[in-house]
Every structure is written in C-alpha cells, then in structure tokens.
C-alpha cells in the first residue's frame, strides 16, 4: 500500500510515546500563549486551537491546527497543517500546508509542539497582508491526492514577511 | 520457646536418645546448615532462608510437630499464596524445600511486576510491602491514589484497581478513563506502561527519582525519558540511564548516545569517521561526536 504522503498510522515507539506524554504534560502545566489543545485520548494526533494575537491582522480570529506525529517523533518532525479554513497568509496554502522551515529540513529534536506553535504564532503576527502564497493553485492541485506537506520539496519564501 | 540455638547446642540434642532429634538434626544437615536462621530450643520450630532465581530472599518457616514425620511440617512464608506440600512417611525437609523453590520459580513473574512497579511508580504503602501482599497503593497525581491487586495466578492481566482520593471528581474522572481504556491493558507491556497508556497520563515517579531529578539534569535532550524504555529492540540498552553529555558548557545537554546517534543518523548533515559519528549538538549546534557502538567507549 502506497499511501503518498497521508500521515504515517503506525503506532507511536515506545520512546515517542513516552516524549509524547511528557510534552503533553508540560503543555497542560504551562500552554503557550494564544492555544488551546483540544483534549482527545489520541496522543498520536493532536488538534490544537490557535488564536491571532492582538493587534495583529488575524487578532481574535480563531484557527486549528492538527498535528500527526510520525512513530519515530521527535526524530522526524510531525506534519502540522491548519485545519480549513486555513487563515489567509503569504506563507500557508489554502489546503492548510504552511511553508515554515521547522517543520521540514530545520526540524530539530531540542524544538517542541509547544515551540512550533509559537513559530507559526509569530508568523502570523509578523505578516503585513493577508493573501495566499503566489503559487497556491498549483502547488494545491498537486497535493489533490492526500500528499503530505512533509513530501514537498520545500524552497523557502523569504524570510521577511 | 523460639530462642535461636547454634548449630552446636542442636548436634548435642541429636546425640541424645531422641530419633526426633537425631531425624532433624540430619535433615536440616540435608538442606544445609547456611540455610538455617532460626531454630527453636526444641527443634520443632526454624527457619530457612532461600534466595529465588532473581536473588530475593525469601524466608520459609516451619513447625513440627512431635510425631514428624507422621505428620507433615507446617509452614510459612512471605508469599501470597501456600502450594499444597505433597507429604508421605518417608519425605523429608529437604523435598519441602524443593518443593518451595519449585513454588517460588511459579511466583517470579508476579514479583517482576511488583519490583517494577515499586521501581517506576511512585508507591504510598507504609512501609517495603511484603512479598506476600499483591497490593500497592499508588499515586496517580495530587488527588487520587490507585489501590492495585495485582493477580499473582496471571500477573501480567488486567490489575484490579480501586480509585480513592479528598476529590470526588477528580476520582471519578480517573476512574471514567480506567473504565473506558481497560481494554487497552496489553500483556505485552510492563504494569507501568500499561497503566500510563490506560490512564493516558504520566504518572509521579518514586519519590527517590524525583529528588535526583531536581539536583541533575539527566533526562535526555531527545526522548525527555531519564531511562530508556524496556524493549526488546534495545536489548541490553534497556533502561540505561543518559550517558553522553553536550561538551559545551553552557548548554551541557544530556543525551541517550542511542538517542544522540539516531538523531544525527536521521539527518544530511552528519559525518561518520570509522565508527564515530560527528554531527551539531540539537540544543546549541555545537559539534558533538558520538560512538556508535556505546560499549567499545573507553
Ligand atoms: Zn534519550
Ligand atoms: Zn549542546
């Protein structure tokens, strides 16, 4: 079976489960401003609510991400998209992919759910216009199959948005 | 009458006309005097001391009656459940004693779960729980503990487990969870891991682990864990403790080399030089050098 790119179903390892457990903790002690993690018993797939910081172009708007963890997390990043509607910005599609470093080539093991949040937060803080990425339509029909943001072949837009 | 004699005082009494004594004397001899930790003034009351296969010490004490071996010797010990002894007018001490360690080699898995759960868990009992007792009391945060009984016939099933705690809520909560995720008890995994994964939370570890915690940082970088799981791919790896530390001083990291070199296997960037894999510290990008093989490390 050759699922292109649909987020890996197997089981979390053991040390993946494990991290898991303990990240989730840490989030619930000290949640990272701006998100609420929607509470499921799957530790594999987490939904988490964002919300644009004030005094930014997306303040009060609300969006979800979700987050898969492949089984060998932290080693691999997870996939993290928003959830439709995913909110207007020169860095994320309109299927909900978003084009951030850390989550591809720059993913290290010492960042964290909570920590990408925060990236994504301050993405979205520092973009000037809300407008979809320049290339939406054709990169968004080359993923109708269910491809995962994780197999593109991400060039970075720049940095200053 | 339970005043220990030597080895001496119970050679006199078998020198004496007695058969009781002289039949005692010599089958204690049988099992061997090493064994022997208490010995009642009369003989009709001792104790052996017997180490099981993982080297717990368990003591087995025994009653005889005046017509032994007629009739057969009762006994006692720290387990949670006697075997029946197979007796006749010709068995002796030392066919108890196979029969104890036979009982004993039934009972090892039982306290496998036992040590592992007062190793990883953080257990409220009293005091050291007897070997006897297949009941733990463990703590499952601030507000509820977990009262266990384990089954000492099938120790890897479905513990029975009763949920107390000052916090009506919290209590039922967990105990929701405990009743909806049951199903999810594998045999396959240790009391802790299934208890966690049913309860989908982490639980407080012993007391010991936490102060240590506080006073080192030694949970790894990468898995966050202080000791890697138990499992059967890592092999002898399981449950190592964080071995390899960030050189630089100020970030000072510490790391599972196993988690270390799979990291920096995972990525582009890594070199290897022999069996020497160098890479960037994930905390500071600093430039670590990691054995592959842990053991050949001098
Ligand atoms: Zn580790
Ligand atoms: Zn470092």
Avoid at chain 1, 131 to 143: A, L, M
Avoid at chain 2, 12 to 38: D, M, N, P, Q, T
Avoid at chain 2, 87 to 108: G, N, P
Avoid at chain 2, 158 to 177: K, S, T
Wanted: glycine share 4%; net charge neutral.
């Amino acid at each position: 079976m050759s699922s292109s790119g649909a987020p890996s179903h197997k089981a979390l390892s053991k040390i993946a489960c494990k991290r898991l457990q303990k990240e989730l903790v840490e989030w619930q002690m000290n949640p990272p401003t701006g998100f609420k993690h929607k509470v499921t018993d799957n530790l594999q797939r987490w939904i988490i609510e964002a919300i644009g910081a004030p005094g930014t172009l997306y303040a009060n708007e609300t969006y979800q991400l979700q987050v898969d963890f492949p089984e060998h997390y932290p080693m691999e990043s997870p996939q993290v998209i928003f959830l439709p509607p995913a909110p207007l910005h020169p860095h994320i599609y309109s299927n909900g992919h978003i084009c951030l470093d850390i989550l591809y080539d720059s993913w290290s093991p010492a960042m964290t759910v909570s920590s990408i949040c925060i990236s994504i937060l301050s993405m979205l803080s520092s973009s000037t216009e809300k407008q979809r990425p320049t290339d939406n339509d054709r990169y968004v029909k080359n993923c109708k199959n269910g491809r995962s943001p994780k197999e593109t072949r991400w060039w970075f837009h720049d940095d200053k948005v | 009458m339970e005043e220990s004699i030597g080895r001496a005082r119970c050679e006199e009494l078998a020198k004496s006309s007695s058969s009781f004594y002289r039949k005692v004397y010599s089958e204690i001899e049988e099992v061997g005097w090493e064994s022997l930790r208490r010995l009642g003034g009369d003989l009709t009351f001792f104790s052996f001391h017997i180490l099981d296969k993982k080297g717990r010490a368990h003591i087995l004490e025994l009653q005889l009656d005046r017509d032994y071996p007629k009739s057969p010797p009762s006994l006692s010990a720290d387990v949670p459940c006697m075997f029946t002894l197979e007796w006749s007018t010709i068995s002796r001490l030392k066919d108890v004693m196979h029969q104890f360690r036979k009982h004993l080699d039934s009972l090892q898995e039982f306290w496998s779960v036992l040590d592992d759960i007062d190793k990883s868990l953080c257990v409220v009992d009293a005091k050291q729980p007897s070997r006897a007792s297949p009941i733990r009391r463990i703590r499952a945060g601030k507000d509820c503990n977990i009262i266990a009984r384990i089954n000492f016939d099938d120790p890897k099933s479905l513990p029975e487990c009763r949920f107390i705690g000052p916090e009506p809520v919290a209590v039922n909560y967990l105990y929701m969870i405990w009743r909806r995720n049951s199903r999810k008890w594998s045999k396959e995994k240790s009391f802790p891991e299934n208890l966690e994964c049913v309860l989908g939370t982490e639980l407080p570890k012993p007391l010991g682990l936490q102060v240590e915690d506080d006073h080192q940082q030694v949970e790894c970088g990468i898995c966050y864990a202080q000791f890697l799981p138990t499992d059967e791919e890592l092999g002898a790896r399981s449950g190592t403790r964080t071995d390899y530390s960030c050189e630089n001083i100020s970030c000072n990291k510490s790391f599972h080399s196993l988690c270390l070199t799979d990291w920096l296997r995972s990525i582009t960037t890594t070199r290897q030089s022999f069996d020497v894999l160098f890479g960037n510290c994930p905390y500071c990008s600093d430039p670590v050098a990691v054995k592959i093989n842990m053991n050949k490390i001098d």
